[in-house]
């Protein structure tokens, strides 16, 4: 079936140095559509950025992914964190079943240290 | 834009008693969503609704009912609730299915005592 693994736990990095999150995706769907959600402390989870389209970047506050169907994934990066960024990130796939409802994994927690 | 609202914010209730969590949206939004969120294991889908009177299972239905009433609230019932079950329900909608943006509302804890 439809699966999602990204980076375990928690990632700690310190302010202005590089953000990677990653994400890769198990699916039977041709065209895989991707998402990364981030949800800060005590608020809703919210859309950071989407993709339908293979080997295309996609870019929204800073943040960029690009999705690779090739080897299933869906990377997010950031070139310098920020202390805001500290928050909880979900990669979430479409599942290929009638659904079609976002497959959310366990997250990831950034962590930004000054 | 729209708002999602959810009630209560907190819920105590008592091993075995039935609880009712109820969700409100003014997106006019056709699907509505029940999602569960534990510590380190995500967001797991309980119930979501395409439409009016319609119901789907999600991963996590088991022990829950939902009600889709009309097509702005869908309410989420706990059917008999567990010692020690501690999480944040998040109630969701979007315009519909596969790739349209899911919107959340800011989530009902539970604990049980």
């Known amino acids: 079936g439809d699966s999602v693994t990204q980076t375990e736990g928690l990632v700690t990095l310190t302010e202005g140095l590089p953000v990677m999150l990653n994400c890769t995706y198990q699916?039977?769907?041709?065209?895989?559509?991707l998402f990364w959600y981030v949800q800060h402390l005590n608020e809703s989870p919210r859309l950071l950025l989407k993709?339908?389209?293979?080997?295309k970047r996609t870019e929204h506050q800073g943040f960029h992914a690009t999705l690779h169907k090739s080897s299933s994934s869906f990377h997010l990066q950031k070139s310098s964190a920020q202390l805001s960024d500290s928050a909880l990130y979900y990669c979430?796939?479409?599942?290929?079943?009638?659904?079609?409802?976002?497959?959310f994994g366990s997250g990831t927690q950034l962590t930004v240290m000054p | 834009g729209g708002i999602i609202t959810q009630t209560p914010k907190f819920l105590i209730g008592q091993e075995g008693q039935k609880l009712t969590l109820k969700c409100q949206q003014n997106?006019?939004?056709?699907?509505m969503y029940w999602y569960r969120q534990d510590s380190g294991k995500g967001l797991r889908l309980i119930y979501y609704?395409?439409?009016?009177?319609?119901?789907q299972k999600g991963d996590l239905s088991e022990g829950y009912d939902a009600s889709r009433e009309k097509k702005s609230s869908f309410s989420l019932t706990v059917t008999s609730a567990q010692k020690n079950e501690m999480a944040v329900f998040l109630c969701?909608?979007?315009?519909?299915?596969?790739?349209?943006?899911?919107?959340f509302g800011k989530g009902t804890r539970l604990t049980v005592v």
């Open positions: 699916t039977i769907y041709s065209n895989p559509f």
């Open positions: 997106f006019n939004h056709d699907t």
């Open positions: 993709s339908f389209t293979d080997n």
């Open positions: 969701a909608s979007s315009i519909g299915t596969g790739g349209t943006e899911v919107f």
């Open positions: 609704s395409i439409t009016e009177n319609d119901l």
């Open positions: 979430a796939p479409v599942a290929s079943s009638g659904s079609w409802q976002l497959i």
